[in-house]
């Protein structure tokens, strides 16, 4: 059996391909506020299409390897049981699969609206988009309050000292990654 | 103490099941919990009614056997503590209990609350040993282990395999008992050597008996009645990702 066919093989390509695209959305968003750079990604060369491949790819791969994961979890349980109890999971963490979908259709949404603009409404004219992008931002800062954190675990990069001050920190960069792109959305509808 | 309980009762495998209304009368708060359902037994088995079926041995916290979900909880709301270890102190006068077997795809139920649980034994089956023969008890100094290695080790290998990482799990995964496996033999020298196929075919196992993904829930840890970490589980990871250079995985049993 292979690397991807391996319970762990597949959660590490879902953990780094995630965490590629938070790396992408990190530098995405300073580049809104100075610069409209990151709109259009800097133009030097091929460079642009590197990138943009790379994250096709993570994003085709951790959208198919999640769904794939999240059916056999559900196949392996048998049942629910009468009274349940989390002791120490979260909403975040339990609703993965749905705040995934939500931002899978939020970025191609987005996709659609700004890079290739085949939706011409934009949310600084349009209630509707403006409430569909915060909804959408909602969604990845779900994803990411489990995600980022999980993805150290994932790795293995996890220690019984550090692991309150990585899902600390990694709960921080979603909530600090949603305010600052609400804050667009905010500080543009005028 | 008086107190109502809701069991699971299931005649057998293909049984679908249901909850059982039942009352425990004059229940001391010295008895452990596997007394107080052997107490309520007797008043079946004397009403000439099919008592409770649940699995116990050592009855000391060792043997992993008595799996029971009390009040949603693997093996009830005392912090690492087995059902057996579990006394009626812990529970208010008058109230409701829900005791339910481990419920996992894997661990089909046998009868009430007994399940199988040899989809564990087949995950150690698969690569949860050694295979050189180390003979007697070597001579202390021959081979040295770091003081926090023995720790470590000695941490991983308190995990009895009573199945509540699996009950607990919201994906019903058994990577904790896996993880705690892998990672004591990982931390000796004479586990060292196997150590990139063993964690390719145990996972691979684990998978096989038709165990969840893990995905960093965490309560597994919260319910484990020996403590095991799921730091345990970083250093499955790390453990499979190094297999991968050696090529371990790609190689099948
Ligand atoms: C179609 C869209 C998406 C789907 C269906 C999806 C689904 C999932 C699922 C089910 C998990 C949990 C996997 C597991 O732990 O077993 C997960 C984890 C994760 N996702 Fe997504 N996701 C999507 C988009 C995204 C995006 C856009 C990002 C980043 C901006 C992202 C970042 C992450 C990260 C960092 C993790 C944690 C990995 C880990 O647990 O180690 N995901 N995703
Ligand atoms: S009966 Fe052995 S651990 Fe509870």
């Given at each position: 059996m292979g690397f991807i066919k391996n319970t762990v093989g597949r959660k590490v390509v879902i953990a780094v391909t995630g965490q590629l695209m938070v790396v992408f959305i990190i530098f995405h968003l300073p580049g809104n506020y100075f610069?409209?750079?990151?709109?259009?990604?800097?133009?030097i060369g091929s460079f642009i299409w590197i990138v943009r491949l790379a994250l096709l790819l993570s994003f085709v791969l951790h959208a198919f390897f999640g769904i794939q994961s999240e059916l056999e979890n559900h196949k392996a349980r048998s049942g629910p049981y009468a009274v349940t109890k989390s002791l120490s999971t979260t909403f975040a963490a339990k609703t993965m699969i749905w705040s995934g979908i939500l931002s899978g259709v939020f970025i191609i949404f987005h996709l659609l609206n700004i890079?290739?603009?085949?939706?011409?409404?934009s949310f600084q004219d349009n209630y509707a988009v403006a409430i569909g992008y915060a909804i959408g931002l909602s969604a990845v800062c779900l994803h990411l309050y489990h995600g980022i954190a999980s993805f150290f675990q994932t790795m293995g990069w996890n220690s019984e000292k550090s692991l309150p001050a990585v899902t600390s920190i990694g709960k921080g960069m979603a909530l600090l990654l949603f305010g600052g792109f609400i804050c667009i959305v905010i500080l543009n509808r005028g | 103490m008086n107190l109502t309980l809701f069991v699971w009762r299931q005649k057998g495998p293909d049984d679908k099941g249901r909850l059982e209304q039942l009352n425990a009368k004059?229940?001391?708060?010295?008895?452990s919990f596997l007394e107080m359902l052997d107490t309520v037994n007797e008043g079946l088995i004397k009403d000439g009614k099919e008592p409770i079926a649940f699995d116990h041995d050592c009855?000391?916290?060792?043997?992993?056997?008595?799996?029971q979900v009390i009040n949603g909880v693997p093996h009830g709301p005392?912090?690492?503590?087995?059902v057996c270890q579990?006394?009626?102190?812990?529970f208010k006068d008058g109230g409701s209990i829900y005791i339910e077997p481990w419920r996992a795809r894997a661990f089909p139920v046998i009868?009430?609350?007994?399940?199988?649980?040899?989809a564990l034994d087949r995950i150690i089956q698969a690569?949860?040993?050694?295979?050189?023969?180390?003979?007697?008890?070597?001579?202390?100094?021959?081979v040295l282990v770091p003081k926090e290695d023995a720790d470590t080790a000695m941490d991983a290998s308190e995990?009895?395999?009573?199945g509540a990482c699996v009950a607990a799990c919201p994906n019903g995964s058994a990577m904790l008992f896996t993880a705690a496996k892998v990672s004591h033999l990982a931390m000796l020298p004479q586990g060292r050597t196997e150590a990139a196929r063993r964690v390719c075919v145990m996972t691979e196992a684990m998978m096989q008996q038709g165990f969840g993904n893990c995905s960093n829930h965490y309560e597994c840890q919260a319910a484990c009645p020996k403590g095991i970490r799921v730091q345990f589980i970083a250093k499955l990871n790390r453990e499979f990702i190094k297999a991968q250079f050696k090529g371990a995985c790609r190689k099948s049993p």
């Open positions: 610069n409209p750079w990151a709109m259009t990604f800097p133009a890079t290739v603009s085949v939706i011409d409404e | 004059d229940i001391s708060l010295e008895m009855r000391e916290g060792i043997c992993g056997m008595c799996s005392q912090e690492k503590t087995t579990l006394h009626m102190r812990n009868k009430d609350l007994i399940v199988d649980r040899s690569g949860g040993y050694i295979s050189v023969h180390t003979g007697g008890v070597p001579e202390a100094n021959a995990c009895i395999g009573c």
